[in-house]
Structures are given as structure tokens and as C-alpha cells.
């Protein structure tokens, strides 16, 4: 092993997913896992498999695609959770089973209700029969933050004798400052020596996620366990594209450290997970937020026509960020034009069938907007990939609305290649939208969320709108993307896209659940 390269563990897919609204159905939790491939991350977590049979079709659909990162699945020291990680990844040509047990006084007190030997039992129970299913086995020891040392000294030395080759450190609460963690990691590390890899986990509770991870790098930890935009439960999760920035830019610091991040594919990947997921990192998020870049103080700006390192500590083009190409895009545009265009923003994986259709979805926008920016190109692509289940198509709307009269709407639906019209009154446009959907379709959705932003600036900016809709008490809430000039056509075809998202989950599982055991 490269003892100076840091392995990269993104788990967007399971701790990601996990923050309030994140939830995403297994078609996008397969497009973000592509992407993560191709950004370079070493280990991609891609659920919990034991979770529901959700989890389990989505984690072994993505070890059936992926290609060159490993596959994880998490499991607690339970055996039927660690049979459903293996089964899970088994067909992923590179593969892992991540298995924790919590090593903390408080959570072994009043969670575990175990004594310091029952767990030592437990964690190694779990290694070895995860061995029997991947020769990669990763154990955490949950709540390390907060653990004794010499306790974790000896669940350590159990769980490598076991069969555990890298002994994750998650800081689960967020409580350790910088200083403390790299302490504890250090001497963890130093025990361990070349047996196991030493791993970190950091939780952004008191905003020092990203500080802890890089702390911990500095002492010796070796892989680090992130997440794209910092998402994650609670605060969030240490950013993917902080870390790997910081180890970048900051060679002074960490010398040969480096990871195998193909790093102008940030902003691409950071992009994708805001759109599928509906949360926008903050405009003054580090690395990837619209404001990162952007230099609006005079003595900024002219520093910035002198030389760009006077306020820039590395090129906006190193995170994937391209200042506008000089190749402009209009209504008499063709074809070659738009994939040069589309590949040049990162896109080069698109299908054929996917490039036709947002084609002619562009040529309907130039004809409408004076100017089509990179960013509007950027959403029609990204829409058009994450719109494939079309049970139901929206070919028409027509909207009333009064201040005095009754909200109504009128829709037009193509299934099985037929038409299906209905209108209906509401309590305001987008209910009478959603009602009329809701009759057509025969499934009732309750509306959960709802955004709209604008993908770029001006009075004819495309609206980008999600919806999160939940159909039944036993699923989760499913995620519908809508993209239009006009917010209320970009409003029913988000909210339409929600239930076909429902309906290709619940075919879908319905076929795939007799493989699980």
C-alpha cells in the first residue's frame, strides 16, 4: 500500500441520504454512483443494505454497474444485516462490508445494554462472518469520539485478528476539536501500525467536521469518510471536496499526502447530488458554492485583472468550475454544436437517446430565451438523465386562476400511448394541478416539499422546480424533477415526475425482492 495516498470513502448514498429531504429513489442513487466513479472515489458506500428492500436493490444494481471503485454496503454486527451487505455487493467486481458496533460508555450503557466483553464478542462475531463473504472488511468502532482509549486499544486488537483491515474512528456526535481528535488518532494510530488501515468519520455538529478530518489525516488516519456537499445527518458530514481541496492546495502542510480525485469533476458531481437530492449548498459554500469564485470588492476585483493569486488559492477550473466557453449557443445551433458544448461541460456519457431529447428541448428554449447559458444547458441534460421512468408524460396544461374565482386546472396526460385529459378546482393553482394529476393517475400523493430556483438570472430564467411526495405510509418520500420557463408547467412536471418515480420503485422491488434472503 501507498502509505501517502488517502483513500477516499464517499457515502453520500447512506450518511448523505440520511439528512432530512435527501432521500433519493435507486435510478439516481445509480446515477450519483457513476459519477462518483468517474471523480475517482476509491470506496463508494452505497446504502444499507438490510435497511428495506430499497436499500438492497439499489446497492446491488450499483456493484452491478460500477466498475472501478469498490462497493460498500453497511451492516451492524448482526448477521442477517451483514448476509444482506454481502449479497448486496457480491457482484461488484471490487467489493467491501463495512460492520460497527458502538464502543462508547454512554451508548453501550443505555443502547447496547452490553458490558465491555459482550461487545468485544460481538465485534469480532461480526468480522468473521463478514469474511466469509468479502476478503475487505471495514469495522467502526460507533461513538469513538467519545470512547476510552484503552477499550478501543483491545476492540482493535480483536477485530484485526479477526479479519478487519481498516478501523474506522467516527467522531458520530461531532464533539472532538481538532487538536483532540488528532491526539487520539495519533496514538490509534501508532497502535495499529501496519495491520489496519486507520479511517475517520466527522460529523459537522459544532462545524468542525472538515477541521477534524484533515487533523486526523495529519496523524497518520489514511482513509477518510465523507460526503458531497457535506451532506449527512443532523449538521452534515467532513465535505468530500473540502478535504481534497485543502490536501491539494495545502502541499506546505501535508507534503506527499495526495488523493486519486479527479478533482475538476467537483463541481460536476456537487451539481448532480444538489439536483437530485433538492438541496443547494449554500452560495458561500467552500469549493462548490455559486459564490466560491465570485469577487464582488473593487480592491478584489482589481487585484484579481493583476493576478489571479492575489485572492484565489487555486483555479476555478481546478474544481471543474469553466468560466462561460466562447462557443454560444442559439436557435440556429445544430446538433454537433450541442454535444461539442455539452462535453465541454463534462458531460461525456450522455446516450444518444438522452442527447436527442434534450436537444430538442434546447431548440424549444432558444426559441424563447434570448440567451441559453451553460447552466440552462448543464439542467436540460441533468433533467433529461433523471426523467427516464415516463409512465406518465405531461403533453398539456392549462391553468385559471383569479383573485376572486376558483383555482382550476386543466391537464393532458400520455400513458400507453394514449391521451388522458381532466380538469379539476383547488385551493390554489398547484393543489388544483396536483388534484387533476391525482384523478388521472388513480395515486393520491401528499406533498411533502416543494422548491423552485432559478437556473440562471434574468425574466426568462428556467425554473427548476422538486417536489417530494410520499403515496403510502410504508414508503419513503420520492423526489420529482421539473424544469420550464414557465414555474407552474415545471411545477406539474415535477410533481408527475414524483409518481413515476413511485410507480418504477414499486414495480421494480416487487420483481427484486424474492432475491433477497
Known sequence: ????????????????????????????????????????????????????????????????????????????????????????????????????????????????????????????????????????????????????????????????????????????????????????????????????????????????????????????????????????????????????MAIKTRKDAFGELYTGINTPELYPTSRLVATITGVEPQQNKAIVGKNAFAHESGIHQDGMLKNNETYEIMRPEDVGVFKESTLILGKHSGRAAFRDKIEHLGFDKVSDEELNAAFERFKILADKKKDVTDDDIRMLITDESLNQDKTYELVGLQISDCSNGMPMAAVSIKHNDSIMQDANIGDGTMDAIFKTIDRLTGITGELNDYKVTSVSEGKDALAKVTTRVTFDKNSPSFVGHGLSIDTMLATAKAYLGSVNSYISQKERLSKSTEHQV
Open 1 to 244: 500500500m501507498d502509505k501517502n495516498r488517502i483513500i477516499v470513502f464517499d457515502t453520500t448514498l447512506r450518511d448523505g441520504e440520511q439528512s432530512p429531504g435527501c432521500s433519493m429513489n435507486t435510478e439516481e442513487k445509480i446515477k450519483v454512483a457513476l459519477q462518483l466513479e468517474k471523480l475517482g472515489v476509491d470506496v463508494i458506500e452505497a446504502g444499507f443494505a438490510a435497511a428495506s428492500p430499497g436499500d438492497f436493490d439499489a446497492v446491488s444494481r450499483i456493484a452491478e454497474q460500477v466498475k472501478n471503485s469498490s462497493i460498500c454496503s453497511l451492516s451492524r454486527a448482526i448477521e442477517n444485516d451483514i448476509k444482506q451487505s454481502g449479497l448486496a455487493v457480491s457482484k461488484a467486481p471490487l467489493h467491501r462490508i463495512h460492520t460497527f458496533i458502538a464502543t462508547s460508555p454512554i451508548h453501550m450503557k443505555y443502547k447496547l445494554k452490553m458490558s465491555e466483553e459482550e461487545v468485544i464478542k460481538r465485534a469480532v462475531h461480526a468480522v468473521e462472518y463478514a469474511r466469509t463473504f468479502v476478503d475487505d472488511v471495514e469495522f467502526s468502532l460507533e461513538d469513538a469520539g467519545r470512547s476510552e482509549i484503552p477499550f478501543m486499544k483491545e476492540v482493535m486488537d480483536a477485530v484485526i485478528a479477526a479479519g478487519a483491515s481498516t478501523i474506522n474512528l467516527p467522531d458520530t456526535v461531532g464533539y472532538r476539536l481538532p487538536h483532540e481528535l488528532g491526539a487520539m488518532v495519533k496514538e490509534l494510530s501508532d497502535f495499529a501500525g501496519d495491520r489496519a488501515i486507520i479511517s475517520v468519520h466527522n460529523h459537522n455538529d459544532l462545524g468542525l467536521s472538515t477541521a477534524n478530518t484533515l487533523a486526523s489525516v495529519m496523524n497518520g488516519a489514511r482513509q477518510i469518510e465523507v460526503t458531497m456537499n457535506g451532506l449527512g445527518e443532523r449538521a452534515g458530514n467532513s465535505a468530500l471536496e473540502e478535504a481534497v
